[in-house]
């Protein structure tokens, strides 16, 4: 008997460690370990790009949740505005309430480039065992792909250096009318120069109609007058310009002429006024050109400085200007017209290219000749429709 009780012993101390890992490994049971979910994967990806508008999103857990989701989403226009959208969100569970899907979010359109941010508090996601999320509170992050605006009716103001470009380029033909046959696009390019020659419709016929621009003034100031004043005549104007879609405005040459800093602040002051008026109408889309370059030959006071001026106003229009304002892009017109340079019997920076000139001596017409327009041309043509598009 004494010799069985030893055995006895070690027999109940088995059958006790037994029933504690038996117990500890029916979940829920005293001292036994509840696992924390975590976010295994996410659909779109973490910091994905060229996400749609309408994207459907998942995320799937660890292990099973529960299907009640207590927390209001906020989506984010960035990562740095304090602006939430809070929208009517569908959720749906599958793969053994382990995968969510969330969808009705197409409502909200932050623009093409703009990073969303899906946010919900840790509270608000439970595995069935009640145990909440241990990461952060980012369940996604992508940069959005956009949603085009569609805008297929362009207008380009302008005088003679612009009726130069689009004739001797083929900006209407053959580059739009080529790239809507090849890609089955329909871009309409209507332009108007001066009063008298008024309204080409996008055939490239005349339409013995103008839209009385006032005082036929396309200079900074009076563009600004045509989209800012409250004046019958800038409104009627106004009224004409903007039954088109893709507008596109242009000074001539002798705006170059920058013989101070207030001249350059002037200029860019009327711009800034206009914009304020772009920014008010997002379903337009506003392409401001670039200042042509003056001829060499031309005499300014304060030469160097003068042209300097031009160029630094033509890279604030096409950096500084547009920055934040997605409807307003740039064509830098004086980028490619102007020499960065100077190279003695040619180019004189900042002047109009030595090749662009029509005259090299004798005559200073700042007009850029064939060679320029025929290369710059279908340039044009093609940033306007990509322009167009990718807005």
Known sequence: MKKLLPIFVLFLLFFYVILVIGCGSAGGGGGGTVETPTIVSRTPTLDATGISQSATLELTFSIAMQTTVATAFAKRADTHTAGDYIGTLAFSWSNGNKTLRITGITSWDAGAGKIVSLLASLEGFRSVQGRALAENSVLWRYTLAGTSHNLTNMFMLHHSVGANLIAEGGVRTPVISNYNTVHGTSYKFWDHGYNSDGLTDYNGNPTLT????????????????????????????????????????????????????????????????????????????????????????????????????????????????????????????????????????????????YDYERYHVGDDDSHPNTAANEAIGPIFGLFIIDAAQNY
């Not at 088109?244 to 170059?256: G, L, Q």
């Open 210 to 353: 103008n839209y009385d621009i006032p005082g036929d003034n396309t200079n900074p100031d009076g563009l600004d007058y045509i989209f800012t004043s409250s004046d019958p005549a800038a409104i009627y104007t106004r009224n004409l310009i903007m039954s088109h879609e893709v507008i596109i405005i242009k000074s001539c040459f002798p705006n170059a002429d920058m013989p101070d800093n207030a001249t350059l602040q002037a200029v860019k002051d009327h711009f800034t006024s206009m914009r304020t008026f772009f920014d008010a109408h997002p379903e337009k889309l506003f392409i401001v050109m670039g200042i042509p370059p003056l001829h060499r030959l031309v005499a300014l006071t304060d030469e160097v400085n003068n042209r300097a001026r031009a160029r630094s106003f033509a890279n604030w229009l096409k950096t500084t200007y547009v920055s934040g304002h997605p409807n307003v892009v740039c064509f830098d017109l004086f980028g490619y017209l102007a020499a960065s340079s100077t190279i003695p019997g040619g180019d004189v920076a900042n002047a109009l290219k």
